[in-house]
Structure formats: C-alpha cells, structure tokens
C-alpha cells in the first residue's frame, strides 16, 4: 500500500478518499478548499473532502506546497479545482481523476459540457498530472453511456464510483503503475457554467431546454422575479402553443416542442413539484415565462 497525499473538495473527491483509506493506503496529509458560507446566515463550513478527513484523523491543509513535505510518495486529485505549480509536480509525482473521455472536456466542468452537447457517452481517465490543463497522458479510462435523464450530479456520482474503482485497482497493481499513453484527437475545453449561460432560452428547442435542466441550477423569471427550474422533460406532445415561454398548465412552449416543468423553486423557497408551485403562484393563461 502506497502513502499518498490526497487532493479534493466535493463530495465526489470526498468519497474517494474514504475509499482509499478503507483499503489500507495511507494518507499522510490531505489538500482541500478553505471552509466557506453556503447560505447567508449560516457560519463557514469545511469542504467534504475536510469533513471526511478529519473524521478519519487525516491532518488537513489548504497550502499546496504542503503536499511536497508529507513523505509520501505519490499525490492523488480528485476534483480539487485548483492549479497546482510546476515546482511542486516536479517533486511530488501525482495522478488526477478526470471526469471525462479525454482529450474531449478538458477543464473545470466536463459532466456539465457533455450533458449540454448531447454526448451520447462520456467517461473517466486516470491521468498523469502536468502543467498543462489537463493535457496529462493516461493510465487507463472507462466509457459509459450517459443516461437519457441523467443529471450532472447523478452523472457525477457514478463517474466517481467508476473513478474511484479504477484508481484502487491502478494503485494495487503488483507493478506499479503502467507506462501512461499520450492523448490523442481533437482537445475540446469545458470552461464552468456561468449564471448567464444557465438561463433558459426558450426559443431553443425543448430538448436542448431539457439538458440545460439536467446540467443544474438552470433558470427563468416569472414576473419578474429568478424561478429555478429543478427538474423538466421534453414532450413533442400537446401542451403549450405560441410564443417560446408561453406557459400552459405545467407546459412551456419552446424553438421546437414543449417542455413539462416537473419542479421549480421560487427564491427563498425550497423545491416544490409543480402542480404545488402553481397552487400558490397562480399564473394567468398564456402567462410568459422569462418576459
């Protein structure tokens, strides 16, 4: 078994370095994001990666350079969302889980590109970690189908389980890890989603609507005020008519089809179903949303 440092921050990573732990490597030091506010009145809070750690006795930093100091013999990233300098991968080799079929969605947010761009799979590599965004050769990746109303965070999750196996059996390899092999294609990049970028346009087509819901914390107004579309399906059948964002019943008329809003959430409130939402929004025949 190997000493590793552990780099991480959400719970994707943070179930990894449970599973690393749970089969007897040992982490010597454990890298993550400072401890932030997730809601206005709250206090600050670790990262899951922090919260894991320090449940199971892992001393914590938010220093990078910290890493080289550690004794171990090999760093291990799982979406850590930080870049780490060239000096400290030149002294500590380290290995990088990649949610996505690379070189296809290099960058911060591959499961939310590929759910936008309709793949019909996407994927994980375990990668050599180098200066470059994502540009590492590769130890070995798995392909999977992406599910017809798979979400990103559904996506995410079982990316990290496929992830995580493969990393545990690359690290128990009786000879180490093998030779990785370069990337080869065409680089596609995965920039983070902006808040602009998640407001539906409803003169697009009821699917692309669809996949903008799936990819999370999609959006529209209603009556002027931010409405979060939670959960939505395509339907080519009858429902709303007219001009994109015309609402009909829970129906919303798009470019191409109607897309059926199955949970919103107004601001300041917590998910409602629909049907719930409308008891009390009461909107109007032939209300528009995003107007």
């Given at each position: 078994?190997?000493?590793?440092?552990?780099?991480?921050?959400?719970?994707?990573?943070?179930?990894?370095?449970?599973?690393?732990?749970?089969?007897?490597?040992?982490?010597?030091?454990?890298?993550?994001?400072?401890?932030?506010?997730?809601?206005?009145?709250?206090?600050?809070?670790?990262?899951?990666?922090?919260?894991?750690?320090?449940?199971?006795?892992?001393?914590?930093?938010?220093?990078?350079?910290?890493?080289?100091?550690?004794?171990?013999?090999?760093?291990v990233v799982?979406?850590?969302?930080?870049?780490?300098?060239?000096?400290?991968?030149?002294?500590?080799?380290?290995?990088?889980?990649?949610?996505?079929l690379l070189?296809?969605?290099?960058?911060?947010?591959?499961?939310?590109?590929?759910?936008?761009?309709?793949?019909?799979?996407?994927?994980?590599?375990?990668?050599?970690?180098?200066?470059?965004?994502?540009?590492?050769?590769?130890?070995?990746?798995?392909?999977?189908?992406?599910?017809?109303?798979?979400?990103?965070?559904?996506?995410?999750?079982?990316?990290?389980?496929?992830?995580?196996?493969?990393?545990?059996?690359?690290?128990?390899?009786?000879?180490?890890?093998?030779?990785?092999?370069?990337?080869?294609?065409?680089?596609?990049?995965?920039?983070?989603?902006?808040?602009?970028?998640?407001?539906?346009?409803?003169?697009?087509?009821?699917?692309?609507?669809?996949?903008?819901?799936?990819?999370?914390?999609?959006?529209?107004?209603?009556?002027?005020?931010?409405?979060?579309?939670?959960?939505?399906?395509?339907?080519?059948?009858?429902?709303?008519?007219?001009?994109?964002?015309?609402?009909?019943?829970?129906?919303?008329?798009?470019?191409?089809?109607?897309?059926?809003?199955?949970?919103?959430?107004?601001?300041?409130?917590?998910?409602?179903?629909?049907?719930?939402?409308?008891?009390?929004?009461?909107?109007?025949?032939?209300?528009?949303l995003g107007?």
């Amino acid at each position: 078994m190997r000493r590793l440092v552990f780099l991480g921050t959400p719970e994707a990573a943070a179930r990894t370095l449970r599973a690393l732990v749970e089969e007897g490597h040992d982490v010597a030091l454990v890298v993550t994001a400072p401890d932030r506010r997730r809601a206005r009145r709250a206090g600050a809070s670790p990262t899951p990666v922090k919260a894991v750690a320090t449940e199971l006795g892992i001393p914590v930093t938010e220093r990078v350079e910290e890493a080289v100091g550690a004794g171990a013999s090999l760093g291990v990233v799982v979406a850590f969302g930080r870049i780490i300098a060239p000096d400290v991968l030149t002294r500590l080799p380290m290995v990088n889980l990649h949610f996505s079929l690379l070189p296809r969605w290099r960058g911060a947010a591959p499961v939310e590109r590929a759910l936008l761009a309709g793949d019909p799979t996407t994927g994980v590599c375990l990668m050599a970690l180098e200066a470059g965004l994502d540009t590492g050769p590769v130890y070995d990746r798995r392909e999977v189908a992406i599910g017809d109303d798979e979400t990103a965070a559904e996506l995410r999750a079982r990316l990290g389980g496929i992830g995580t196996a493969l990393l545990l059996e690359m690290l128990d390899r009786p000879g180490g890890l093998p030779e990785p092999v370069p990337q080869s294609g065409e680089p596609t990049y995965a920039a983070k989603l902006t808040p602009d970028e998640l407001q539906l346009d409803f003169s697009r087509s009821a699917v692309e609507c669809a996949r903008l819901v799936r990819a999370g914390r999609a959006w529209t107004t209603f009556r002027g005020r931010r409405l979060l579309v939670v959960a939505a399906r395509p339907t080519a059948g009858a429902g709303a008519s007219g001009p994109p964002g015309r609402l009909a019943g829970s129906g919303v008329a798009t470019g191409a089809g109607v897309l059926e809003l199955v949970a919103v959430q107004s601001e300041s409130r917590g998910p409602l179903p629909f049907a719930a939402w409308a008891a009390g929004a009461r909107p109007v025949p032939a209300e528009i949303l995003g107007a």
